[in-house]
């Protein structure tokens, strides 16, 4: 029991001993990016996530469709055209 028990300990002790300061894996610096053409491929080719794909269009013409069939903007539309001081409250 007392080999456990020393055991144990001398592993608790050393254990903090170990080298700790290493750069996690999803992470970089910008040395490693910016200093080879492999880097800045890697790099310019992340912008291409960005784009918007044909569910984000479906959205922005879901939210849009009211407005299209209209001869005249709404106040809804228009800057500074509805607000709490032409609105009529509550009517029951």
């Known amino acids: 029991m ?7 300990l001398t592993v608790i ?16 610096d910008k040395n490693a990016i ?5 880097g800045l491929k890697a790099y310019s080719m992340s912008f291409y996530y960005m784009f918007p794909n044909a569910t984000d269009q479906a959205i922005v013409e879901q939210s849009l469709v009211d407005y299209g069939a209209t001869n005249t903007l709404s106040g809804f539309t228009l800057l ?7 609105s009529s409250g509550w009517n029951w």
């Open 2 to 8: 007392k080999k456990y028990i020393l055991l144990l």
């Open 13 to 28: 002790f050393l254990a903090p001993a170990c080298e700790m300061d290493e750069s996690p894996v999803t992470e970089t």
């Open 34 to 38: 910016f200093s080879s053409e492999e």
């Open 80 to 86: 500074n055209a509805y607000s709490e001081n032409n």
